[in-house]
């Protein structure tokens, strides 16, 4: 860089060409001097609004799922414990695991998992007829992920039936509409989601005991 002429008070340099880069540095600068100071907060409230709207309606459709399987689940003829008896004389000493209401198919159905031995069979039971759909499925206890596995196995050191726990009804004043053996920590717990009268969804939860005879504690809460 030349030396300042400091006796004309000016600095001089000598002039180099812009390259292509410089050269989209100072449009894009121009573009945004151009620009109303409102474009980009106008931007980001319009994105904001969009996913609202987009949230608002997942919301929507979801609800119209829930209501639309409730429905299903009203007009059913066959109640949760019905279907587990069902299920459970496929095969002469299998107990319940897990038991859940499916009102998205073309007939209605509760998908049962019982469990005998190292096998856990799966049947779909019409929640109208009782008749089972398809054919069942079998699985062996080392081939079920490890968190199912060790559900599984606990339900033997379990005394109480998941049958026995539709006492869950009387609790939450509604139908049993599904049902599960849960591990908490260690802690082996019976829930089943009710369904009260005015379409509330209420899950209790059973402590089991470990002798029959014994009364279970229960806890339960909306959903």
């Known amino acids: 860089m030349p030396a300042p002429d400091f006796q004309s008070g ?9 390259s292509n880069k410089q050269r989209f540095a ?6 945004l001097a151009l620009a109303p100071p409102f474009a ?9 609004a969009a996913t609202q709207q987009e949230g608002a309606e997942n ?24 279907a587990m008896g069902i299920a459970e004389k496929r095969h ?7 038991i859940s209401f499916d009102g998205a198919s073309g007939s209605p159905v509760y998908r049962v998992k019982t469990v005998q031995d190292n096998r856990l069979w799966e049947h779909a039971i019409d929640a109208k007829t009782g008749d089972t759909i398809g054919a069942e499925t079998v699985s062996h206890l ?21 049958s026995d726990a539709v006492v869950a009804e009387q609790v939450a004043s509604g139908r049993a509409i599904g049902g599960s053996l849960m ?3 260690g802690k082996l717990n019976f829930v089943v989601v009710v369904v009260n009268g005015g379409g509330d969804l209420k899950q209790v939860v059973l402590e089991p ?3 029959r005879g014994r009364g279970s504690n229960a806890r339960h809460g909306s959903r």
């Open 10 to 18: 000016t600095c001089k340099q000598r002039k180099q060409p812009m």
């Open 142 to 162: 080392k081939d079920l992920n490890p968190d199912d596995r060790n559900n599984v196995m606990a339900l033997r050191t379990v005394r109480q039936e998941l």
């Open 59 to 82: 919301e929507r459709i979801h609800q119209e799922a829930v209501n639309r399987e409730l429905e299903a689940f009203r007009a059913a003829q066959l109640s949760l414990r019905q």
């Open 183 to 185: 591990d908490d920590n």
């Open 26 to 31: 100072v449009i894009l600068l121009s573009l």
């Open 92 to 98: 002469a000493g299998s107990r319940t695991a897990d």
């Open 40 to 48: 980009i907060p106008q931007l980001s409230a319009m994105q904001e």
């Open 209 to 211: 005991p470990q002798t």
